[in-house]
């Protein structure tokens, strides 16, 4: 039989009803002859109560007690959804991740899955059994432990069964019925994509758009999975929602392909540091030991050999840079005069496979936040992106404003 991965996000699954109207398009795949796998995500909400009941209980978590904890959302809805096909007649049984076993590394928190064996549930397909429900997010360990894969980890779950089964699909069903331009939640002129390159949506995915988590998007790449987003709302056709294919399946597409932001952002700046050769090592290398992941970097021009260095880093790792810091110049690696922390800023972007070829991307970007009064604090670029940082009260203003003037609400 060929297999069919079907993903239902948090709000997917946020009530009995909303199971039973899933589990009703589990149903329709399996009347046409596939053996389904659906992974589920936890009801919507739970997670966050999970993370939450966590960081009260103990602020310097142990990140296996964190995983045990967090991953117990997915449990629930895939007992749930297996009951509901059940009651619908359909062969259905639930599998938590260390049951399959979904094997990770020991990556707590932010696992990567190593292996999905495939046995144990094909025998079950081979018995008749015509829906396995998997909890996503989750696995296990080389030690034993459980595991979660990072925030939105159910995509990756999913795309990751497809990719060990040979799944004809993996189809990501969520609150909005494909990927956007932008996310649409913040701009009513976001129009709908029919296909993006995985490079675009790999862009996008990293910086900010959550609709699939990253790592999700990179091993369909690498494994040439059939990936699809389309909404669980909505009586859906075959070519409903969004394809997410290799370039050159694509006819025609904008130089800019979508707007992504990010709210996680805070910027950093050591105040006074002497310019000396060697002076970025000191900082970055003390950073990364600690697990700080620094995005956007600039160095100022030296004045009479001092400097201003400032980074951006996600807002949960403020406080772990500044004591990295403060310890590196209480062991006299670096010495600074003094550190600004700003977490009232976002950085913008904009994606397109386009800007390889086509020039004043940039400067047009520039134009248009000069034009809405918007003061530009850090800028990267990659090939195929231009990100900027800037006050977070602007956020919403810039994503609108170059939606607008990139003219994303028209297909080319
Ligand atoms: P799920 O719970 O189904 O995994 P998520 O909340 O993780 O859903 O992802 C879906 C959300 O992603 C949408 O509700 C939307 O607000 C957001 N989003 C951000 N950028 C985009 C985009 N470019 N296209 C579609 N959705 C986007
Ligand atoms: N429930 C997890 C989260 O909220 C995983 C997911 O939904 O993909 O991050
Ligand atoms: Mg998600």
């Given at each position: 039989m060929p297999v069919l991965v079907m993903k239902f996000g948090g709000t997917s699954v946020a009530t009995l009803d909303r199971i039973r109207r899933a589990a009703k398009r589990v149903g329709v795949e399996v009347a046409k002859g596939y053996d389904v796998i659906v992974i589920v995500s936890a009801m919507s909400g739970e997670t966050n109560k999970l993370v939450g009941y966590v960081n009260e209980t103990?602020?310097?978590?142990?990140a296996r007690e964190y995983d045990a904890v967090v991953s117990s959302g997915e449990n629930v809805t895939a007992g749930l959804m297996a009951l509901t096909l059940q009651e619908m007649d359909i062969p259905a049984r639930s599998w938590q991740g260390w049951q399959v076993p979904v094997k990770t590394t020991s990556a707590h928190s932010s696992a990567r899955i190593e292996d999905i064996p495939t046995d144990n549930i094909n025998r079950k397909f081979g018995e008749g059994m015509k829906v396995a429900v998997v909890a996503g997010f989750q696995g296990v360990s080389p030690e034993g432990r459980i595991t979660t894969l990072g925030r939105g980890g159910s995509d990756t779950t999913a795309v990751a069964f497809a990719a060990a089964f040979a799944a004809e699909r993996c189809d990501i069903y969520t609150d909005v019925d494909g990927v956007y331009t932008t996310d649409p939640r913040i701009c009513d002129k976001a129009r709908k994509l029919d296909r993006i390159a995985f490079e675009e949506m790999l862009e996008l995915a990293s910086l900010g758009?959550?609709?699939?988590?990253t790592r999700s998007v990179e091993l369909a790449m690498r494994y040439k999975v059939k990936l699809r987003v389309l909404s669980s709302f909505e009586e859906q056709s075959d070519d409903a929602g969004t394809l997410v294919c290799a370039e050159e399946d694509i006819m025609e597409s904008n130089v800019v392909a979508g707007v992504a932001y990010s709210r996680d952002e805070a910027k950093m700046t050591l105040v006074s540091v002497a310019d000396r050769p060697g002076i970025a090592a000191a900082i970055f290398t003390p950073l990364s030991e600690v697990g700080v992941n620094v995005d956007m970097i600039v160095q100022n021009i030296s004045d009479e050999g001092r400097t201003d260095m400032t980074f951006s880093c996600p807002t949960d790792q403020v406080r772990r840079a500044e004591k990295a810091m403060v310890d590196a110049k209480a062991r006299g690696d670096i010495n600074f005069h003094d550190i600004v922390a700003d977490t009232d800023v976002a950085k913008v972007s904009v994606v397109g496979i386009g800007m390889r070829s086509h020039t004043g991307v940039a400067a047009k970007m520039f134009r248009v936040l000069a034009k809405e009064g918007i003061n530009i604090r850090v800028i990267t670029t990659s090939e195929i992106k231009i990100s900027v940082l800037i006050d977070r009260k602007y956020m919403e203003l810039a994503v609108q404003a170059l939606h607008d003037a990139f003219e994303l609400e028209k297909a080319s």
């Open positions: 103990s602020p310097l978590f142990d758009a959550k609709v699939l988590q």
